[in-house]
């Protein structure tokens, strides 16, 4: 066994995740990243909603925000805008982050605070036992989805593309070694960045396997230019093989803490306005 | 003369549009720079154009802060005017409005007034509110010389040709004024300050916004919902004063929900909305319970069920706050009556929040927000602050167990800990757990500070001799200047009022306050089912003999409240 990392948890901790899942090996690339990047344990949060991807931030000896289902992105935002300091990684699955939470979504990437979101995608709801998720393929059925899953699924990637995300990326999460690059490259990245990774549920799903996501999948070309946006969105739409790497990446967008002017002080250092800046408020009142 | 010499009252009316406001925007300034007592509160439709908005403003004898149902002068710019108002006109009410517009409703209380004509003379019909304060100021009896100075600087960045316009319209509307012979019989009480240098003129959306800075108040997140916006904009507009990050949500669940995560990150977080989006808020209300994390929601209450009457007031959310979120967990509730209870309250709301890690409740209402009087500065109190934040050791522990149920708060950042929220039930280092025995354990934690929280509630205003009345009166939240005013008009000892402005929870002497059940106890609140004597009777076991209630989406006038207080009397 590795000897004890910083963010490793003791070695009794029991892990609620069934064996064989892939959020073992999401875990594996995140820790991986965390690790390499050498992030200041007491400056990093991790923030997640909740279903069996949510507890991942549980795993980890790490500040945690463990909020509501499909929650994640506010509180994020708010820990973020609270105190510049702090390294902000959300991790959540498909359901809390693009079905119940779908609206937060699209406006953390409207704003463009520093955050890195991390979406577990096993294309099901698994800790509710096998109910369709936002981004199940169709004709899957299911035991609420009788006859086949009705809804087209929703595009993660393509939507995030259209607003902007500065950086917008996939993975397979039996690929450890290209996830773990991927989430090293959005954490550094400064602002929204997104990783949607693909996760098989080795219970409930069993179209989407780890044979179907290695069969259905393939790197960018090496080609691709991450910065041409419309290259990008593409890439996002391509569904005989699904592309994993880097799609979207724009450096040119300013960060949703600077425009709003959130000063360098952590919020809980600042002291309450004194006497003279009060009295001017008021003066305002005469 | 109007029936009550030591008060008089002034309603102005117009259409969403027609600027009527400008009217009481320059009046109100130049009542206080001449030391008069005066109230003004608004009424509103939700529209942006059109229909029929007014404002009374009173001028009073001694200090009151209560809504007059009766209209010693009315001026009015619209048709409908009439038929609004006109249960409030007296004998002896002054109608000034056109003929024109107002047609078959003139009687001999009207005085044709050309406001148009004037304005025109002045220089086109947007001076014709400018004209309506010259009658105004002429039938008080403020010389005008007084209030040129205050006018100038009033227009001055609008260019010479407008001040000088403006300053004509004034003239006119004032020459009108003087002439009307029927307001000579008018007996405008006196003012009762040399100046009003030392008082601050203000509406309640203001004092809770003064409350929040003067708290420490850093991060407000909200989305836009009337009457619970003007809050979030006083504090936008000095976010760059006092660094509070402000920002617009996108819903109400993720204003609660930043807020939520800013405070776990050390922020003082306020966030501000009305009935409906509190019931967005609710599971995030009942996350802050979990999390044992300090909030601060402010409900400005309006009339529902649904979207309601979303511009006018009323007390109907009590039970919402009271049984807001899922499970069982603490909370505090604030309900303010006045400027200076509002400064105050919502101060005291953030160090509750902050000493108890609960979520805490502000309700106010449409009437309390819009509501505009004076306060003195020195009645603008600001309380020591409550900080609650520790920097961490390596081993820190957020829900340790303590002998108070309370665990000094650690923010991620500070110190060498490790600081977990959790929703889940969790263990005292913050992980998920389904310990049975941790889950009690965790349970009388969050609970065991309920009874320090009974302990340290406000105590509630006594008005008049409590000891030998036969009848208690009771308000809550805006209903405090109706009740001071009602029993100080009645002027009669078989009656003593009590206000609450902490709602929730009550001390643990209310019952023996109240009486123990051997007096009469009324209850006064703007809901249909008595929401806080529902309240009352759970947490003291004090039963309302009599519930004042009223529902309309309107406030309750002095002289209802007279009119029922005498009926418990009375039978």
Redesign the interface.
Known sequence: MDKQRKFDMPAETDI?WCPGCGNHMIRKSVLGALEALDVA???L?M?SG?GQAA?AP?YL????????HG?A???????R???R??TVVVESGDGDMYGEGG??F??AIRRNYDVTIIVHNNMIYGLTKGQASPTSQRCMTTPVQTGGVLLEPFNPLAVAISLNAPFVARAFAGNVEQTQSIIMEAIRFKGCSIVDVFQPCVIFNKLNTYKWFKENTVDLPEDHDPTDRMAALNMAFKEDKLPLGVFYRNTGRELYEEL????D?????????G?A??S???DA?? | MQPYPDDFSMVFEGAAGQGVQTITALLLPILKKNGYHFFSCTEYMSRIRGGSNTTEVRITGKKRQAYTARIDLLLALTAHAFDRLRHRLHDQTLIFAEKEHFGEHCDQRCIDTPLGKLADEAGGKMYANTVALGIVLAVIGIPLDKCTGFLREQFADKGEEIVENNLKAVSLGYNFGQQVPEAKNLKVPEPALENGSELLLMDGTSALGIGAVAAGCNFICSYPMSPGTGVLTFLAKRSADFGIVVDQAEDEIAAINAGLGASYAGARALVTTSGGGFDLMQEGFSLAGMIETPIVIHIGQRPGPATGLPTRMEQGDLALALHAGHGEFARAIYAPGTLDEAVETMQHAFNTAQQYQIPVVVLSDQYLLDAETTIAIDEIKRLPKERGIVETEENYRRYAFTENGLTPRGVPGFGAGIVRADSDEHDEQGLITESFEMRQRMMDKRLMRLAALQENALPPKVIGDLDNAEVVAVSWGSNRGVLEEALDRLGDSRFAGVHYAQVFPLRPDTAALLGNGRRNVAVIENNALGQFADLLQRESGIVASHRILKATGEPFSVEEIIEKLREVVNG
């Open positions: 609620a344990r007491e400056n949060v923030v909740i507890k549980q000896n790490v500040n945690m925000f463990n909020g509501l929650r992105l506010p509180p994020a935002m708010g820990i805008l609270s105190n300091n702090l609206n937060h699209l406006h709003a002017g959130v000063g002080t952590p919020l809980f250092r600042r002291e309450a306005p006497d800046a009060f001017a408020m008021l009142f005469r």
